[in-house]
C-alpha cells in the first residue's frame, strides 16, 4: 500500500491554480530557500512545532516525553536533536502549544478528505499537490494523481523543478495544470540563497514546456534577493520565449515563514528580509506585462 506524508490540507483556497482549491502541502524538500514561507515542509520527517506564547510552563510535556528532552517552552539543552516527534508531549499538552508536523496517509484516505470539497470545486477548482516538493514522493504523487483523474478532479502540481527530469515527465502527463517556480537566473546567486544550482531546474523547465502546453511560472519577489532589474528582467524574458507558459504570478515575501522556523527552532533565516510594498510589485508586474506575459500579483 503506498503512503505519502503531508504537513498540512489546505481546504478552499484561492491560490495554488484556477477556482477554489484544495491544497495538499506534501514533506521533504531539496532546497532551502532563506525566504522559505514553510519550513515545515523542508526535514522529509515528521518535527515537533513550539507555539512558545500558547506554553503555560505547566511540565506536562517533560512529564509526557519518553525520553525526558522536552521542557517548557521548547526542548532541554541539545534535546532538541534527540527529538523522534513521537507526538507524546503534545498528546499531554493542555493548550495546543505543541504539534507534531507531519502525518503519513495512503491514496485512499486523502483522497477521501479531498472529495469532501469537491462540491466547491465547480467547473475550474480542483486539487494542487504542493511542498515542500511534492516530486520527492514520486509513487504517492502520482498515485495520487491517477485517483484523482479516475474521480474527474482537475489537479496541478507546485514544483520547484529541482527533480530528476524522467520523475517530473511521468507526473507531468498526469496534471492538467504545472505551477513551476523560478527564483533566481543566476546560479551562482541561485546557490546562495537555495543551497542549490539552478542548472537542472531550468533545463527541465525547458523539457517539460515541450511537453506539457499549461504551465503557470511563479516567482517570489523578496526585495534584495531577487528582485532586482536584471533578475526580473532575465526572468521576463524566459517566460515570455516559452510558448506553454500562460501565466506568471509575482508572490510577494512575507514573515510568517520566519516565525515558523523559529518554532521549530531552525534557525532564524529571513527574519531580516522585508516584504516589497504593493507599489514596487506594480513596478515589476508591470517588467513581466510589457514582455507579453500575462502577470498577476498573488496567487
Not at 524538500?29 to 512558545?52: D, F, R
Not at 511521468?170 to 492538467?176: G, N, S, T
Request: charged letters at 20%; glycine letters at 10%.
Amino acid at each position: 500500500m503506498i503512503r505519502g506524508r503531508v504537513f498540512n490540507v489546505q481546504r478552499f483556497s484561492l491560490h495554488d491554480g484556477p477556482g477554489i482549491r484544495t491544497t495538499v502541502f506534501l514533506k521533504g524538500c531539496p532546497l532551502q530557500c532563506t525566504w522559505c514561507h514553510n519550513p515545515e515542509g523542508i526535514a522529509a520527517e515528521p518535527e515537533v512545532l513550539v507555539v512558545e506564547s500558547r506554553c503555560i510552563r505547566c511540565g506536562a510535556c517533560r512529564t509526557g516525553c519518553p525520553l525526558g528532552i522536552a521542557a517548557e517552552g521548547g526542548w532541554i539543552p541539545d534535546g532538541r536533536e534527540a527529538c523522534t516527534a513521537c507526538g507524546a508531549c503534545a498528546d499531554v499538552c493542555p493548550t495546543g502549544a505543541r504539534a507534531v508536523v507531519g502525518r503519513e496517509v495512503t491514496v485512499d484516505e486523502l483522497l477521501a478528505e479531498v472529495m469532501r470539497d469537491r462540491v466547491f470545486f465547480d467547473t475550474d477548482g480542483g486539487v494542487t499537490f504542493s511542498g515542500g516538493e511534492p516530486l520527492l514522493q514520486l509513487r504517492f504523487l502520482e498515485a495520487m494523481l491517477e485517483a484523482c483523474r479516475a474521480a474527474g478532479l482537475h489537479t496541478a502540481i507546485d514544483t520547484s523543478g529541482l527533480a530528476p527530469l524522467k520523475h517530473l515527465l511521468r507526473v507531468a502527463v498526469l496534471a492538467d495544470l504545472l505551477l513551476f517556480d523560478v527564483k533566481l537566473m543566476d546560479d551562482t546567486r541561485h546557490r546562495m540563497h537555495t543551497g542549490v544550482s539552478n542548472t537542472q531546474i531550468l533545463a527541465n523547465l525547458d523539457a517539460v514546456a515541450r511537453l506539457h502546453p499549461n504551465i503557470w511560472l511563479r516567482v517570489p519577489i523578496v526585495p534584495g534577493v531577487n528582485d532586482d532589474e536584471t533578475n526580473i528582467r532575465a526572468t521576463a524574458a524566459l517566460a515570455a520565449g516559452i510558448p506553454s507558459v500562460r501565466r506568471v504570478h509575482l508572490l510577494p515575501y512575507h514573515r510568517l515563514g520566519a516565525d515558523k522556523r523559529r518554532r521549530l527552532g531552525n534557525g532564524t533565516e529571513g527574519v531580516s528580509l522585508t516584504p516589497p510594498t504593493r507599489s514596487r510589485m506594480d513596478e515589476l508586474a508591470a517588467e513581466f506585462t510589457a514582455a507579453g506575459v500575462t502577470t498577476t500579483i498573488g496567487g
